[in-house]
């Protein structure tokens, strides 16, 4: 089986067709693709909860101000219910760490003809494009979400006061493990490049599954390979979620005379048939290098 290697630009996959919406494992990719899906299969749940996520600052806020037993006993209760679906999300990530390795391993393997291995791998780049499009769709959601990391901190002040409640699912050291990742403002994109970022120290051609991934999109999307409006936003966000992991594991970033046709893909982003403008936000503010000095002028003024 081969590899995404590119280097070359969204031109290349002009005839390309990846059939995102009905492909389905070949028996060399079924193994790989079963074991990812069984992550993926927890993505509703893990968005749900996201999506459903009620702060608990009006309690925190009067306990602290007015402390009691009953105040902080009710702010506290609050927060269990609060954390544990914090819970869900950092463990989440951290199985999302285990399968992207094996994932990537198999997309990188060097190759002489990207094209044909990308249409002969179409169900593990649907894999690939699935876990990009979750990412992306649950640091858009928790940025919605700033009050999460606050109610962190004082689950963590209370917890030494209560720590003998029996309902208590996160104890003491589970829960320095986690401040980081609530902290983070795209927590997901941060466990998937730091992921990405070991197996790349292993396998030096990952990139190249990155690049080519954004540039296939780009074409596909240019050349309006999708009817439906939905199928198209997939791509797109597969698309965006690429060029932000291959930003955060390039040496040099995506902006900086990269592989990616970033211009070509901001532009796009811009004219798109479909509103882009989170699409855009992302590539701005969860990437890592477009405010550094290298990034040139002419790709932060498609921004203005």
Same mark, same amino acid.
């Given at each position: 089986?081969?590899?995404?290697?590119?280097?070359?630009?969204?031109?290349?996959?002009?005839?390309?067709?990846?059939?995102?919406?009905?492909?389905?494992?070949?028996?060399?990719?079924?193994?790989?693709?079963?074991?990812?899906?069984?992550?993926?299969?927890?993505?509703?749940?893990?968005?749900?909860?996201?999506?459903?996520?009620?702060?608990?600052?009006?309690?925190?806020?009067?306990?602290?101000?007015?402390?009691?037993?009953?105040?902080?006993?009710?702010?506290?209760?609050?927060?269990?219910?609060?954390?544990?679906?914090?819970?869900?999300?950092?463990?989440?990530?951290?199985?999302? &760490?285990?399968?992207?390795? +094996?994932?990537? @391993?198999?997309?990188?393997?060097? #190759?002489?003809?990207?094209?044909?291995? $990308?249409? *002969?791998?179409?169900?593990?780049?649907?894999?690939?494009?699935?876990?990009?499009?979750?990412?992306?769709?649950?640091?858009?959601?928790?940025?919605?979400?700033?009050?999460?990391?606050?109610?962190?901190?004082?689950?963590?002040?209370?917890?030494?006061?209560?720590?003998?409640?029996?309902?208590?699912?996160?104890?003491?050291?589970?829960?320095?493990?986690?401040?980081?990742?609530?902290?983070?403002?795209?927590?997901?994109?941060?466990?998937?490049?730091?992921?990405?970022?070991?197996?790349?120290?292993?396998?030096?051609?990952?990139?190249?599954?990155?690049?080519?991934?954004?540039?296939?999109?780009?074409?596909?999307?240019?050349? &309006?390979?999708?009817?439906? +409006?939905?199928? @198209?936003?997939?791509?797109?966000? #597969?698309?965006?979620?690429?060029?932000? $992991?291959? *930003?955060?594991?390039?040496?040099?970033?995506?902006?900086?005379?990269?592989?990616?046709?970033?211009?070509?893909?901001?532009?796009?982003?811009?004219?798109?048939?479909?509103?882009?403008?989170?699409?855009?936000?992302?590539?701005?503010?969860?990437?890592?290098?477009?405010?550094?000095?290298?990034?040139?002028?002419?790709?932060?003024?498609?921004?203005?």
């Amino acid at each position: 089986m081969g590899s995404l290697l590119s280097s070359s630009k969204s031109s290349d996959y002009a005839n390309l067709v990846i059939d995102f919406d009905n492909v389905k494992p070949s028996s060399k990719e079924v193994e790989i693709y079963n074991q990812v899906q069984k992550i993926l299969d927890q993505c509703p749940k893990v968005l749900g909860l996201i999506n459903d996520y009620k702060d608990c600052t009006q309690l925190c806020s009067k306990a602290m101000s007015e402390p009691s037993q009953s105040s902080e006993e009710k702010a506290f209760s609050a927060l269990l219910k609060s954390v544990k679906s914090v819970k869900v999300f950092y463990d989440f990530s951290n199985d999302l &760490k285990k399968c992207v390795p +094996v994932l990537l @391993n198999e997309l990188s393997k060097p #190759a002489e003809e990207t094209k044909q291995t $990308l249409q *002969d791998q179409q169900a593990l780049v649907k894999q690939f494009a699935n876990i990009l499009d979750f990412v992306l769709m649950f640091d858009q959601i928790r940025m919605m979400r700033p009050h999460l990391s606050n109610d962190f901190s004082y689950y963590r002040r209370y917890l030494p006061k209560f720590a003998r409640r029996p309902d208590i699912e996160v104890k003491a050291d589970e829960a320095s493990a986690m401040a980081l990742f609530t902290a983070r403002h795209c927590p997901m994109m941060v466990s998937l490049s730091s992921a990405t970022a070991e197996c790349l120290e292993q396998n030096r051609h990952v990139t190249n599954a990155m690049s080519a991934m954004a540039n296939a999109c780009l074409a596909m999307l240019k050349n &309006k390979r999708f009817k439906s +409006v939905d199928t @198209n936003k997939y791509v797109a966000r #597969a698309m965006v979620g690429a060029v932000v $992991l291959f *930003d955060h594991v390039y040496p040099s970033g995506v902006f900086y005379k990269s592989p990616v046709d970033i211009k070509g893909i901001i532009k796009f982003l811009k004219k798109a048939e479909f509103d882009a403008v989170s699409l855009l936000a992302t590539i701005r503010y969860s990437s890592k290098n477009f405010k550094h000095q290298t990034t040139p002028s002419s790709i932060t003024d498609l921004f203005d």
